[in-house]
């Protein structure tokens, strides 16, 4: 469905969400530099006037086809005298303004957005929470059925949450010819080329331009560290594992994370503070990214993870911080060895890998050429790509 298909919502919430209102708005103080609201269950939220004006979603301040905002607030005085306010028969938020704009919101978006210290705490909480895991994930792997995810909407949306929280998932009954991963791919969104293609070829190859393309044993890593943004999704699907060898293994990043802040915090600083080069050459590309292992977000929680052992270059900081950064370095390839965070399964012809790249690192132990065939493709689509499509799923 695309945004013109949606019904239309009322002209003054600047969204494609409806919201309910849960809770009636039941009075207002006017302060100073603001409004006080107050709520039935006695929940008070401040609203200042520049907050409330710059949020107004009048087709003046809005634009109804896009539901994009046309009004900047620096075109309204810094300091707006206060207006006058009430809470009309429908309970909703009526504001004149000094010089003669009107504003209407509804109580169910001003609850859903109010900053007040509980409202805020209510919306964190909100948040999706990835569920850590380690090797009881043997016992609970989320699988999907192909058929079903490709023909069933709230099928789709399951197997997707499974993805945004657990970070690995597996789907099976993928038919085995060339190519079918991207319809899988695709039930998403855009599927993400690289320098290996819009979907790669993971055989072995005498021409390899990547240790992922040898029958070697790959250790535990994330695919494109050498790349600003990595991967968000990756997708791995078997057509042919007839040769010996060859199991995926994967851990939890995050978990892995956890547990060295826990344990060892002055590695755990050291991963997040020291730029580490990822490189990829080929005779036509050359592929460079700094960056740390351990990424956090602005609110200090860990986002991402970065390593790829086979593509690393030296490491070059300070003298005095060598002896740590190899200290913090091995300590987390350690962990990824340890049986508590691993997870070790053969993927089998028809069965597909669908991981966080930037949370779960996975590995495939050496095989066998001469023993069998093995034929994997694989292809990437980026973290907001699923986030959106879950939202759209939601709605
Ligand atoms: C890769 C990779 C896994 C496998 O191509 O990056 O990790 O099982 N392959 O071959
Ligand atoms: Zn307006
Ligand atoms: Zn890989």
């Known amino acids: 469905m695309t945004a013109v298909d949606l019904p239309a919502a009322p002209a003054f919430i600047a969204d494609w969400r409806s919201y309910p209102s849960?809770?009636?708005?039941?009075?207002?103080?006017?302060?100073?530099?603001?409004?006080?609201?107050?709520?039935?269950d006695g929940r008070i939220s401040p609203f200042h006037?520049?907050?409330?004006?710059d949020n107004c979603a009048c087709s003046h301040c809005v634009y109804d086809v896009t539901r994009e905002q046309l009004l900047e607030?620096?075109?309204?005085?810094?300091?707006?005298?206060?207006?006058?306010?009430?809470i009309d028969e429908q309970g909703q938020l009526l504001i004149d303004w000094h010089d003669g704009h009107h504003s209407r919101y509804q109580p169910g978006w001003l609850r859903a957005?109010?900053?007040?210290?509980?409202?805020?705490?209510?919306?964190?909480?909100?948040?999706?929470?990835?569920?850590?895991?380690g090797a009881e994930m043997a016992e609970q792997l989320a699988q999907f059925d192909y058929q079903t995810v490709i023909e069933d909407d709230p099928s789709l949306l399951r197997w997707l949450l499974a993805v945004r929280d657990f970070g690995l998932t597996q789907l099976t009954g993928v038919p085995t010819t060339a190519g079918a991963l991207q319809r899988v791919a695709q039930r998403?969104?855009?599927?993400?080329?690289?320098?290996?293609?819009?979907?790669?070829?993971?055989?072995?190859?005498?021409?390899?331009?990547?240790?992922?393309?040898?029958?070697?044993?790959?250790p535990l890593h994330t695919d494109l560290p050498t790349r600003e943004l990595q991967p968000g999704l990756q997708f791995l699907h078997c057509l042919v594992n007839d040769a010996q060898g060859g199991e995926s293994i994967f851990v939890d990043g995050f978990a892995i994370a956890?547990?060295?802040?826990?344990?060892?915090?002055?590695?755990?600083?050291?991963?997040?503070?020291?730029?580490?080069?990822?490189?990829?050459?080929?005779?036509?590309?050359?592929?460079?990214?700094?960056?740390p292992i351990i990424a956090l977000d602005a609110e200090g929680r860990v986002s991402e993870v970065r390593m790829a052992?086979?593509?690393?270059?030296?490491?070059?900081?300070?003298?005095?911080?060598?002896?740590?950064?190899?200290?913090?370095?091995?300590?987390?390839?350690?962990?990824?060895?340890?049986?508590?965070?691993?997870?070790?399964?053969r993927l089998e012809a028809g069965q597909l890998w669908c991981f966080d790249n930037r949370r779960v690192l996975h590995a495939r132990r050496e095989f066998d050429p001469a023993s069998g065939a093995r034929h994997?493709?694989?292809?990437?689509?980026?973290?907001?790509?699923?986030?959106?499509?879950?939202?759209?799923?939601q709605r």
């Open 22 to 40: 849960s809770v009636d708005l039941v009075g207002l103080h006017p302060a100073a530099d603001r409004l006080d609201l107050l709520w039935r």
């Open 49 to 53: 006037h520049q907050w409330l004006r």
């Open 73 to 86: 607030i620096v075109d309204v005085p810094e300091t707006l005298l206060p207006p006058h306010a009430c």
């Open 113 to 133: 957005h109010a900053y007040d210290d509980a409202s805020r705490a209510e919306r964190r909480a909100q948040h999706p929470q990835s569920r850590l895991w």
């Open 188 to 218: 998403i969104s855009f599927i993400r080329e690289s320098n290996f293609g819009v979907l790669f070829d993971v055989r072995s190859k005498v021409d390899a331009d990547s240790n992922a393309y040898t029958a070697f044993n790959l």
């Open 258 to 291: 956890e547990a060295l802040q826990q344990e060892t915090p002055d590695d755990f600083r050291t991963l997040c503070a020291s730029a580490v080069e990822f490189r990829n050459k080929s005779r036509s590309s050359d592929y460079r990214c700094l960056a």
């Open 309 to 345: 052992n086979f593509l690393r270059g030296p490491f070059d900081v300070p003298a005095e911080q060598m002896p740590a950064l190899y200290r913090a370095y091995r300590r987390f390839i350690g962990m990824t060895r340890e049986p508590r965070f691993r997870l070790q399964r």
């Open 376 to 393: 994997f493709q694989g292809c990437y689509v980026d973290r907001d790509e699923l986030l959106s499509r879950i939202r759209v799923l």
